[in-house]
């Protein structure tokens, strides 16, 4: 049986507190890609009680994304924004959703992350994440951006932490573990990433609004 | 001295364009920052680097 929106609040309040569930609730983010990264922070955020998720992603769910991305079997063939959407109504339900099954452009960011207090970079690409982020930085004067690099291969996990580049620009990995160096991307490292990048948005929720 | 990446250089002077290639940064996957603030792409060219900027070239590797 599913929980009221009630009783899923005040579990909430009892593990997080009242007053940064109660920011959490109030708080918009966008995140922009729905790989390993994008579909780990999604629930991340969605299990800490955010109040409204943009999420965005133009790819589907391909066998070879199992192994890292938070989907499942029964979903290969099915666009990530829709797959992510219902695995995220399973985990929290009482949370709103926005889907977006679209390409980010320079030109249709402002209008697709207007609303956004915070925005995610979660993309695999590194051309496409630094257009991204300096399409959002440039664009976006008084939203903050949480961003990753290099997060590939078996490198030791310590060595992924988040720095704070600019006031409102945070970058998360390790900087150097280039998915193009034929390492491929593990699971646990890739979460690790994405555990950085949504902490991080709970962490500027928590001491800026 | 400008410090880039927390490294002091001696490029005073130089436009952040000519700095970004002679030090083979790769300009679609960069975001450069000066003293807090954002550089456009656009303005890599008329931008002039200043005995004590501080600059930071944030690189982006692929993965997520």
């Known amino acids: ?209 | 001295m400008v410090t880039i990446n927390g490294v002091n250089e001696d490029v005073a002077g130089k436009t952040l364009s000519e700095y970004l290639s002679s030090s083979n940064y790769n300009l679609q996957r960069i975001v450069v920052e000066i003293n807090e603030n954002i550089i456009p792409k656009t303005d890599y060219e008329k931008t002039t680097l200043n005995d004590g900027d501080v600059v930071e070239v944030v690189s982006f590797v692929g993965g997520g």
């Open chain 1, 1 to 209: 049986m599913v929980p009221s929106k009630e009783d899923m609040h005040d579990a909430l309040v009892l593990r997080q507190g009242k007053e940064l569930t109660e920011k959490f609730e109030k708080t918009t983010v966008a995140i922009c890609g729905l790989g390993g990264l994008g579909s780990n922070i999604a629930i991340s955020l969605a299990r800490a009680g955010i109040g409204k998720l943009i999420l965005i992603d133009f790819d589907i769910v391909d066998v070879t994304n199992l192994h890292r991305q938070q989907y499942k079997a029964s979903q290969v063939g099915m666009t990530k924004a829709e797959a992510i959407y219902e695995n995220l109504l399973e985990i929290a339900p009482y949370t709103t959703y926005e889907t977006h099954n679209i390409k980010l452009t320079e030109d249709n960011i402002y209008e697709l992350l207007k609303d956004a207090d915070i925005i995610c970079e979660a993309f695999d690409k590194a051309e496409q994440k630094a257009m991204l982020n300096n399409t959002v930085l440039t664009t976006f004067k008084d939203k903050y951006l949480v961003s990753a690099s290099g997060m590939a291969g078996m490198d030791d996990p310590n060595i992924i932490t988040t720095r704070k580049i600019t006031s409102r620009f945070y970058l998360c990995g390790d900087g150097i573990s280039d998915v193009n160096d034929n390492i491929s991307l593990v699971a646990p490292r890739v979460m690790l990433c994405a555990a950085h990048e949504a902490h991080t948005v709970l962490r500027i929720i928590q001491n800026n609004m």
